[in-house]
């Protein structure tokens, strides 16, 4: 579990390699930081000690604040992804009290081999599936041999989503934030024109009666002509 994170830096530093900024990141409104802090460490806490009290209902808390958390930020991309991954790792623990873990995902992931799987020691939230759950396949049944590490889909999603929202709060989408044209004429570099675009009505009728006068004096003028022969 603790490489859950790591996939939040991956994907800022990606994007501040990109030509991202941190000043992205410093004008982007989350709604709530605090609970957005205090969610993430409080579930990072429950995926890497198993010296809490209650893990099941501490896990389960945190959680669920995550899930606030993204519904209060669904403007920020990754948010959603994140929720979907959060609401999909919560429903073994409220079913169960535990996330299944597979003894062959603990096998094909190169942790033990069989005669050892008595020595794995799991999270304070994970357990050998019994084989009754009816919804194991949310545990952690997915294995990944080049970490020696056993994952739930709910897990890879929340990776996903931890990348993309790492990427995009420092190189965002140009359609949601022009940061940088918004500095420019705060700072003074560029001052809009209020009048850029405006046509008065004045100018139309002004136009049009000059181009009437116009019409009437060519039209009066080989009268003269006439007249004057």
């Given at each position: 579990?603790?490489?859950?994170?790591?996939?939040?830096?991956?994907?800022?530093?990606?994007?501040?390699?990109?030509?991202?900024?941190?000043?992205?990141?410093?004008?982007?409104?989350?709604?709530?930081?605090?609970?957005?802090?205090?969610?993430?460490?409080?579930?990072?806490?429950?995926?890497?000690?198993?010296?809490?009290?209650?893990?099941?209902?501490?896990?389960?808390?945190?959680?669920?604040?995550?899930?606030?958390?993204?519904?209060?930020?669904?403007?920020?991309?990754?948010?959603?992804?994140?929720?979907?991954?959060?609401?999909?790792?919560?429903?073994?623990?409220?079913?169960?009290?535990?996330?299944?873990?597979?003894?062959?995902?603990?096998?094909n992931a190169n942790i033990v081999d069989?005669?050892?799987?008595?020595?794995?020691?799991?999270?304070?939230?994970?357990?050998?599936?019994?084989?009754?759950?009816?919804?194991?396949?949310?545990?952690?049944?997915?294995?990944?041999?080049?970490?020696?590490?056993?994952?739930?889909?709910?897990?890879?999603?929340?990776?996903?989503?931890?990348?993309?929202?790492?990427?995009?709060?420092?190189?965002?989408?140009?359609?949601?934030?022009?940061?940088?044209?918004?500095?420019?004429?705060?700072?003074?570099?560029?001052?809009?024109?209020?009048?850029?675009?405006?046509?008065?009505?004045?100018?139309?009728?002004?136009?049009?009666?000059?181009?009437?006068?116009?019409?009437?004096?060519?039209?009066?003028?080989p009268e003269r002509e006439i007249n004057?022969?």
């Open positions: 579990m603790y490489l859950v994170p790591i996939f939040f830096l991956i994907g800022a530093a990606t994007g501040l390699f990109v030509r991202g900024a941190f000043d992205y990141f410093l004008a982007t409104r989350i709604t709530l930081w605090p609970l957005a802090a205090i969610s993430a460490l409080s579930l990072a806490v429950a995926g890497s000690t198993n010296d809490i009290p209650y893990p099941t209902v501490f896990a389960a808390f945190a959680l669920t604040m995550v899930s606030a958390s993204c519904v209060l930020n669904l403007h920020l991309t990754g948010s959603c992804i994140i929720l979907l991954g959060s609401l999909l790792n919560l429903i073994p623990l409220i079913l169960y009290g535990y996330v299944p873990v597979s003894p062959e995902a603990i096998f069989q005669a050892s799987l008595d020595l794995v020691r799991l999270g304070a939230t994970r357990s050998f599936e019994t084989g009754h759950e009816t919804f194991k396949f949310l545990g952690a049944i997915i294995p990944i041999r080049s970490v020696s590490e056993v994952f739930s889909f709910g897990d890879l999603i929340i990776m996903a989503g931890l990348l993309n929202l790492g990427f995009r709060l420092f190189f965002p989408l140009r359609e949601q934030l022009n940061i940088n044209d918004d500095f420019d004429i705060l700072n003074g570099n560029e001052q809009l024109d209020p009048f850029q675009g405006y046509q008065s009505g004045f100018d139309n009728i002004s136009r049009t009666g000059t181009q009437e006068a116009v019409n009437t004096q060519d039209a009066e003028t004057n022969e």
